[in-house]
């Protein structure tokens, strides 16, 4: 079943008002209109495909989104967490990006050299990051490079390599509460908050 039937001319059907569309509102036909951004059609008829506002231009309809999907770019400060992890890097997952609530567009994954952890040498990733733990970096550019060098970036949850409990911040360390394990990471002042 499809939503409200639309009237160009006058909004919805029997009112003057504004021409905001529902996802499966139809807003009229493929004789008429050429099917835009925002819509879709369906045997003959053009339908809303997300909430927004309608526009008609030179013949085309299209459905301008009220809600703003996130996209990360180059400055960016994000979370993810770490899927892989090689000699020299780290592949991180991204999950959000700061400021924003809703999840991305789409799926990224940016990747963390060795060299962009911290200013000092990393001799061993895994002594800067390891295996699912959660990270907030700064994206460097747009092939989703990441950095952790900025005091406030690294590790922000940690569980521990060996029994998989999560990890308690003691000074510049991480220690295991349940089997005593310690193991050092590029730790954020953000670890265990919950926030960033």
């Not at 819509?39 to 506002?53: K, R």
């Not at 994000?78 to 400021?99: P, W």
Request: charged share 35%; with cysteine.
């Amino acid at each position: 079943m499809k939503g409200r039937r639309f009237d160009l001319e006058n909004g919805e059907t029997g009112s003057k008002s504004f021409k905001v569309v529902m996802p499966g509102d139809r807003i009229g036909y493929a004789e008429e209109f050429i099917s835009g951004e925002g819509v879709y059609e369906e045997n003959g008829e053009l339908f809303a495909a997300v909430a927004g506002l309608l526009f008609i231009h030179d013949r085309i309809v299209s459905v301008r989104s009220l809600k703003r999907v996130p996209e990360v770019k180059k400055g960016d400060v994000v979370v993810g967490r770490v899927v892989d992890l090689r000699n020299n890097f780290a592949v991180v997952e991204i999950a959000r990006k700061k400021g924003e609530n809703r999840t991305l567009a789409k799926k990224e994954r940016g990747i963390l050299h060795i060299s962009n952890v911290r200013d000092e040498y990393v001799d061993d990733m895994t002594k800067a990051v390891n295996y699912f733990d959660i990270v907030k970096a700064r994206v460097l550019d747009e092939t989703m490079r990441l950095s952790t060098k900025e005091a406030e970036m690294g590790v922000i949850k940690s569980i521990c390599s060996r029994c998989r409990h999560e990890m308690v911040r003691e000074g510049n360390i991480l220690k295991c509460p349940e089997c005593g394990n310690t193991e050092v990471r590029k730790i954020s002042p953000d670890y265990g908050k919950g926030e960033w």
